[in-house]
C-alpha cells in the first residue's frame, strides 16, 4: 500500500523558473516530512522538512507548503537552476523506529 | 561529526552467489539504523531496520536477511542472490528526531 502519493513523475522547467511537486499522504500518524534530493549513483540527501504544525517553511530557494487538513504538501524551488537537475523524493515518518516511508520521486531537469 | 560509510560502491555477483554489505556510522550512540533499496528509476524501499543491537525488523519478506552485531554497524546479507535482487542499496541512520543521512549507496548488479 503506497501512503505517500508523489507527482509529477518528470517536470522540464527552465532556468530561474519555479518547480513545483506535490505529494499527498493517507496515514495521518505521518508527523515529519522531509524532502530528499538526489543526484544521480548517489545517496539521497535531505533539502528540507516540515512538521505538521507549521503550515510553511522556507530555507533560500526551496519552500515546502503543508496543507493538514488536506493532508497534502509540496515543494516550490524558486529561480530553478541547471544545478537543481535531480530526483527529488518527498517522503513521512511516523513511529519509534522513525521509518520513512517515501513518495515514487520526481526527476526535475533545469534547461539552461 | 557524524559519517556513514557503505562499502563496496559496486558489485556484481553471479546468481546464487552470497552477499555482504557492510555499513557503519561514526560520531554518534545508538541510532536507528536503516537498509533501502532503489531499483533502476524508481522509488526508495525500505528493506530492514534496526533500533539497537540484535534488534533487526523485516518490512518485506524476500532473499536478504540483516545483521546488527555492533552498535554503529549493520549488515546485509544473502545466501543465494537472485537476478530480482540487483539494484541501489542504501544504508541510512537517524537518531529519531531528525531526517535521515543515507549513505552513498552500493550498486549490486546480479548477472
Known amino acids: 500500500q503506497q501512503q505517500v502519493k508523489q507527482s509529477p513523475q518528470s517536470l522540464i522547467v527552465q532556468k530561474g523558473g519555479i518547480s513545483i511537486i506535490n505529494c499527498a499522504y493517507e496515514?495521518?500518524?505521518?508527523?515529519?516530512f522531509p524532502w530528499y534530493q538526489q543526484f544521480p549513483g548517489k545517496g539521497p540527501a535531505l533539502l528540507i522538512a516540515i512538521r505538521p504544525d507549521v503550515s510553511e517553511k522556507k530555507e533560500g530557494r526551496f519552500t515546502i507548503s503543508f496543507n493538514k487538513s488536506a493532508k497534502q504538501f509540496s515543494l516550490h524551488i524558486m529561480d530553478s537552476q541547471p544545478g537543481d537537475s535531480a530526483t527529488y523524493f518527498c517522503a513521512a515518518t511516523s513511529g519509534s523506529a522513525r521509518q520513512l516511508t517515501f513518495g515514487s520521486g520526481t526527476q526535475l531537469t533545469v534547461l539552461p | 561529526s557524524q559519517t556513514i560509510h557503505q562499502w563496496p560502491a559496486t558489485l556484481v555477483q553471479p546468481v546464487g552467489s552470497p552477499l555482504s554489505l557492510e555499513c557503519t556510522v561514526e560520531g554518534t550512540s545508538n541510532p536507528n539504523l536503516y537498509w533501502y533499496r532503489q531499483a533502476a528509476g524508481r522509488g526508495l524501499q525500505l528493506l530492514f531496520y534496526?533500533?539497537?543491537?540484535?534488534?533487526i525488523s523485516s518490512e518485506v519478506p524476500q532473499n536478504l536477511s540483516a545483521s546488527r552485531p555492533q552498535d554503529r554497524q549493520f549488515i546485509l546479507s544473502s545466501k543465494k542472490l537472485l537476478l530480482s535482487d540487483s539494484g541501489f542499496y542504501l544504508c541510512?541512520?537517524?537518531?529519531?528526531?531528525?531526517?535521515?543521512?543515507f549513505g552513498s549507496g552500493t550498486r549490486l548488479t546480479v548477472v
Open positions: 496515514n495521518t500518524a505521518f508527523d515529519y
Open positions: 541510512a541512520w537517524t537518531l529519531g528526531s531528525h531526517g535521515y543521512t
Open positions: 534496526s533500533v539497537g543491537i540484535g534488534q
